[in-house]
């Protein structure tokens, strides 16, 4: 018993003894599981692809927006307006530039040349009445046409005047002394094609406040226009307010706003008319000297 109890002491102390070598024991074995993600955590990256870390030579640039388009300066101006040229595209309504249109030709008599867009009397009879879907609630008011037969004669003719329903679209009301130009007034009906023009000599618009305005309320009616009107705005505290257009060819300010001040008016083309130092003077039409350009 003594001889097996020896041989066990001898080994254990000989085990106790290589444990305690340098190198030896468990730490000269393969790295545990937690040390391997320890040491994969801890390596220096071998490339940061963070934008922030690039060379600013290789980092993406922005894309710059195209340069805005300059805003168009005034090119003219006279006296208490100025002419400027706002967005090319057409504003216009039913009636278009450049666009034929067909339709009958019927006459009335015109008296002094008043009419529905209460221009009021006129010593040029080379008038007519827009019927009612072209007339497009005064849309067309002011507007040169360009009126031809299938015999070769025209006229040109400013609208002044509605012609209501059942008067047909593409159908004109000329007066007596414009449809003589083109056929003899027994014709009674006559086929015609007609488009917009802009004419040569019209001279310089006014503005005209209608009768009973005050600061409080107004209306602003554009007269002697050579293009047809698309929008009037008045300068007020907060900026240009666009008004609202009457059938009877005025534009309104329900409540004073910005009446006798600025007034700004576009044509069909985006062309801008300001015009300053209009006061309400109802009933009385203030000569500017501003016009549209002839297209």
Same mark, same amino acid.
């Given at each position: ?141 002011? *507007?040169?046409?360009? /009126? @031809?037969?299938? +015999? #070769?004669?025209?006229?040109?003719? =400013? ?5 209501? $329903? ?63 009107? *698309?929008?009037?705005? /008045? @300068?007020?505290? +907060? #900026?240009?307010?666009?008004?609202? =257009? ?5 534009? $309104? ?43």
């Amino acid at each position: 018993m003594g001889i097996p109890f020896a041989l066990v002491a001898v080994s254990l102390l000989a085990c106790l003894a290589v444990a305690l070598l340098p190198g030896g024991g468990a730490d000269s074995g393969p790295p545990t599981a937690a040390s391997t993600v320890a040491s994969r955590t801890n390596a220096p990256a071998t490339a940061d692809t963070r934008i922030d870390a690039m060379p600013s030579a290789a980092r993406p640039q922005p894309t710059s927006p195209p340069p805005a388009s300059p805003t168009a300066p005034a090119s003219r101006s006279a006296g208490s307006g100025t002419h400027t040229t706002a967005t090319p595209a057409s504003r216009a309504g039913r009636i278009k530039p450049s666009v034929t249109y067909q339709g009958v030709a019927t006459s009335y008599d015109a008296g002094d040349g008043a009419g529905a867009c209460l221009y009021g009397p006129s010593g040029d009879v080379m008038i007519a009445a827009m019927n009612h879907t072209d007339y497009e609630s005064a849309k067309a008011c002011g *507007a040169y046409v360009l /009126v @031809r037969a299938a +015999n #070769g004669a025209s006229i040109t003719v =400013r609208i002044v005047n509605e012609c209501p $329903l059942p008067c047909a679209p593409g159908q004109l009301d000329l007066s007596h002394e414009a449809f003589a130009k083109l056929a003899d007034l027994s014709r009674g009906r006559l086929p015609i094609t007609w488009n917009l023009v802009s004419p040569g000599t019209p001279g310089t618009i006014s503005i005209r406040y209608k009768a009973g305005s005050t600061k409080w309320w107004c209306g602003i009616q554009v007269i002697g226009h050579r293009n047809p009107v *698309a929008t009037l705005e /008045v @300068r007020t505290t +907060n #900026g240009w307010r666009r008004l609202s =257009r009457t059938d009877y060819n005025y534009f $309104l300010s329900p409540d004073g706003s910005g009446c006798g001040g600025a007034i700004r008016v576009t044509d069909i083309y985006g062309e801008q008319l300001t015009i300053d130092g209009v006061a309400v003077r109802p009933d009385v039409a203030q000569p500017a000297d501003v016009q549209f350009a002839r297209h």
